[in-house]
């Protein structure tokens, strides 16, 4: 890009230096006090400390413990027992996460944008001078603008640090790409039906289940640790498991059905599985009549959806569509139809989400064993500051009357606001960026990128030189999870509990924790007042005191249950239940739907198909990866260093396409992958797709591992179907055809 915000590269550091002064003294007297309570452990291998975390690697947040040796070397990280989103178990990703800690490629200092000889590049600076540079822009943007044209965009623990700060200073505008490019819909879906979103863990009762529906949720290679973990014993115990997916994912190969429906087409199923459950008289009466509204009109609306109706759509044979009802039918209340995760997929995504609503709550799932349970967390008080100053304008402004549902702040939304036109009187001007390489996690990069061409300052907090800190005025290394404090992880999940972060080890490099990077921009910035802790050992210490314990026990223990409030895990079945929709009752009809003119049962809608010669863009996870965050990571690159492009044998057939074999790939727009992909000609395919793993190609060469490995998916997402209800950005109507001939620098030929 030929801009004023060229991306630079962090390799191309200008002169500078490191300013003196505050930086390097700071270091010494940052937020990581020792490690006093480290506990020693008897091993057989030597003499190892151990104290407790939860992982970063992805946002399940397992508890955990490091391991150090006496010299202070992290030697392993293992799953903590008492720890139910892990069973004392961790994923391949959690094992090798002490790779982030170790890799040399990281971010080292602070970094500063600067014109030397007409060139731009980045400077490294001292943590004062840094914060001094972004608390003076951050005021002159608020004294021009308000506050509250200041975004953060933020994905992991260190949110809640910097949203706090920015809250203090004036702006509600905080906002994640794991609502509008990831699982925003099922919330919106699940909320508008049972008055209650699906949270995080999920609320699903694997453990109990009979059954269980997963409809492009590929668990196995997306690696919920605590679900893959009950998926398998559940398995074991003879559970049915349904898998429907245009793949055949790992889930599929462990499944009694495999439905490789035809992509973009799962709304068609879901419609006929309701209809199947309601004209066989298959669907829990009693439940339906105590807790439901709406029957009828359901009852009317799927009517013409017939097996043999989807089968037209879906490819999926009627005997099978039935057969699988059934099996829901048998196995209920103890089934579930998994909400997914990423479920941003066509644009009409809340729609599905509440067929998928409707279809658990026909088989009286929800509040059952085995079904949906009911998930508690404890009322974990703040340590108290002043009130915030109320906002002079709310982030739903921005995207003024779009996505009326949304529950959540619409990352796109915020993006797109960033964009000056004529309507609006404001637009965002500042971004703060933590934890999340937008440039790969929100499609259509280009829109980011004139996003960021526009704002006058873009802070990114972030470990490790990715896309988006190139585009950066301001970059600031945070150290590993494995070097910090955060906040407690308070989460919902069958027993209320906390878990504890702390540093293991020092920060390596100039690296800093965001708890003091915010602190101290927040001194910076006279928002003293919000920030009263002497460090976030006393504050951590103040709420865990609340909920009688201590950070010392704590320290000890790394993770600790506490007794449900109510004993509510499940429905009593003496007891009205009361939703908190509309009419306090299960709306199959939805009214908030209808009242904002939407369709209150869900309506199919066909996607639009691949032109001759392209084959739509899928795409998934690995399960030694997550997202871009793990590329460069020295251990996880030993497991897999590169995605490759799975193709059906008969495109390859009629491409002369071979295993192996290096193409790059061209999208319907015309845009073409920088890198180059390795093809795996493989059945487990449809031919009319093609799929990689999320997460490679970088393009900052700064990452000596991941550079240029495999391709970005997200490039090739130009086109991008928003759904109106909530601002999801539907990623998977993107077409791509091959480019077999090409210089790896030069102009290519296409075949
Ligand atoms: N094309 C495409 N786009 C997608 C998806 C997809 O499958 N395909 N998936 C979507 C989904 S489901 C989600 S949830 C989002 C995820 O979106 P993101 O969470 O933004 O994903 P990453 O690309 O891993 O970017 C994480 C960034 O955080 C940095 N990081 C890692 N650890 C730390 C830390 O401790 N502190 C700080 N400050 N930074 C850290 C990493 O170096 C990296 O730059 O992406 C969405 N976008
Ligand atoms: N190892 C690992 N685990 C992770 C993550 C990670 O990065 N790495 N990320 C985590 C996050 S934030 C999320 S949101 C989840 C995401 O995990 P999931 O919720 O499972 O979502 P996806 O990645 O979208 O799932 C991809 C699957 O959907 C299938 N699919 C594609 N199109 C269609 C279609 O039209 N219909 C149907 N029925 N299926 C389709 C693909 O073939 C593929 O098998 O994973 C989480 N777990
Ligand atoms: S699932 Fe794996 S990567 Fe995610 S938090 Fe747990 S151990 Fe870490
Ligand atoms: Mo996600």
Redesign the pocket.
């Known amino acids: 890009m030929s801009s004023r915000r060229s991306f630079i590269k962090i390799s191309a550091l200008g002169i500078g230096g490191i300013a003196a002064a505050g930086g390097l003294s700071r270091l010494a007297t940052g937020a990581v006090s020792g490690n006093a309570s480290t506990e020693k452990i008897d091993s057989p291998e030597q003499n190892l400390h151990r104290t407790p975390t939860y992982c970063e690697i992805?946002?399940w947040q397992c508890a955990g413990w490091v391991y150090k040796d006496e010299s202070g070397n992290i030697k392993k990280i293992v799953g903590n027992d008492d720890d139910q989103h892990c069973n004392g178990r961790f994923c391949p990703?959690g094992t090798g996460g002490v790779g982030q800690y170790y890799d040399e490629d990281r971010l080292k200092t602070p970094l500063i944008r600067t014109t030397t000889d007409g060139k731009e590049t980045f400077r490294e600076a001292s943590w004062d001078e840094a914060l001094d540079y972004i608390a003076h822009r951050m005021q002159e943007i608020a004294a021009k603008h308000g506050p509250e044209c200041i975004a953060l965009f933020t994905h992991g623990s260190g949110g809640s640090h910097f949203g706090h700060m920015l809250k203090a200073f004036g702006s509600a505008s905080i906002t994640a790409p794991?609502f509008a490019q990831?699982?925003g819909p099922r919330e919106v879906g699940f909320l508008t039906t049972f008055g209650d979103i699906i949270y995080s863990p999920e609320r699903i009762d694997i453990r109990d289940t009979r059954c269980m529906v997963l409809?492009?949720?590929?668990?196995g290679?997306?690696?919920?640790n605590g679900q893959v973990q009950e998926m398998s014993d559940a398995i074991d115990r003879g559970a049915t498991i349904i898998t429907?997916?245009?793949?055949f994912?790992t889930a599929a190969s462990k499944s009694k059905y495999w439905l490789p429906?035809k992509?973009?087409t799962?709304l068609a199923l879901l419609l006929s599985w309701i209809h199947v459950l309601i004209e066989n008289e298959w669907y829990d009466k009693a439940y339906v009549a105590k807790n439901t509204v709406g029957f009828e009109q359901l009852r009317e609306h799927v009517r013409p959806f017939t097996p043999e109706w989807a089968y037209g759509i879906t490819t999926i044979d009627p005997n099978v569509i039935v057969e699988t009802a059934r099996e829901m039918r048998n196995a209920s209340p103890s089934v579930i139809i998994n909400p997914?995760?990423?479920v941003t997929?066509y644009g009409d995504d809340t729609q599905r989400m509440r067929a998928v609503a409707i279809l658990a709550a026909l088989l009286g799932a929800w509040g059952r064993r085995g079904g949906y349970y009911q998930p508690e967390k404890l009322h974990l008080p703040s340590y108290p500051v002043p009130p915030f100053p109320v906002p002079r304008r709310q982030p739903t402004e921005a995207y003024g009357g779009k996505y009326p549902l949304a529950n959540e702040v619409v990352s796109n939304g915020l993006c797109d606001a960033t964009i000056p036109t004529v309507e609006r009187s404001c637009s965002y001007k500042a971004w703060i960026v933590n934890g999340t390489n937008l440039l790969a996690a929100i499609p259509n990069q280009a829109n980011t990128l004139k996003a960021i061409e526009a704002l006058e300052l873009l802070v990114v907090v972030d470990t490790m030189p990715v896309e988006l800190t190139g585009y950066a005025d301001v970059v600031l290394p945070e150290c590993t999870y494995l070097e910090r404090y955060d906040m407690l992880r308070n989460s919902n999940h069958r027993l209320p509990n906390l878990a504890l972060r702390m540093p293991a080890v020092q920060p390596k490099y100039d690296s800093k924790p965001a708890e003091w990077i915010a602190r101290e921009l927040a001194a910076k910035l006279g928002l003293e007042a919000w920030f009263p802790w002497k460090n976030i050992e006393e504050m951590l210490d103040w709420q865990l005191k609340q909920m009688g314990t201590s950070l010392e026990e704590m320290q000890r223990l790394g993770v600790k249950n506490f007794p449900r409030e109510n004993d509510d895990l499940y429905f009593n079945e003496n007891e009205e239940a009361v939703f908190n929709t509309n009419s306090g009752k299960i709306e199959l009809y939805s009214s908030d739907m209808e009242n904002e003119g939407f369709a209150p049962l869900p309506v199919y809608t066909a996607h639009e198909e691949p032109p001759e010669g392209y084959y739509r863009l899928?795409y998934?996870?690995?399960?030694m990866?997550?997202?871009s965050r793990t590329a460069n990571n020295p251990n996880l690159t030993d497991l897999m260093d590169e995605n490759v492009l799975w193709v059906n044998p008969k495109v390859a057939r009629l491409w002369g396409l071979k295993t192996g074999q290096m193409v790059k790939l061209k999208n319907q727009d015309g845009k073409q992958s920088t890198f180059a992909i390795k093809v795996r000609v493989t059945e487990r395919i449809r031919w009319d797709s093609v799929?990689m793993v999320h997460?490679f190609g970088h393009n900052n060469p700064k990452l000596t591992r991941a550079f240029g490995r495999g391709v970005n998916d997200t490039e090739l997402i130009t086109r991008v179907h928003i759904d109106p209800v909530m601002g999801g950005t539907g990623m998977?109507g993107n077409f791509v055809t091959f480019i077999t001939e090409f210089e790896p620098n030069g102009k290519e030929a296409e075949a």
């Open positions: 992805c946002f990703r794991s990831c699982r409809i492009g949720s590929h668990l290679e997306n690696m919920h429907v997916d245009p793949r994912s429906i992509p973009a799962d997914g995760r990423h997929w899928n998934g996870r690995a399960p990866h997550t997202f799929y997460g998977r």
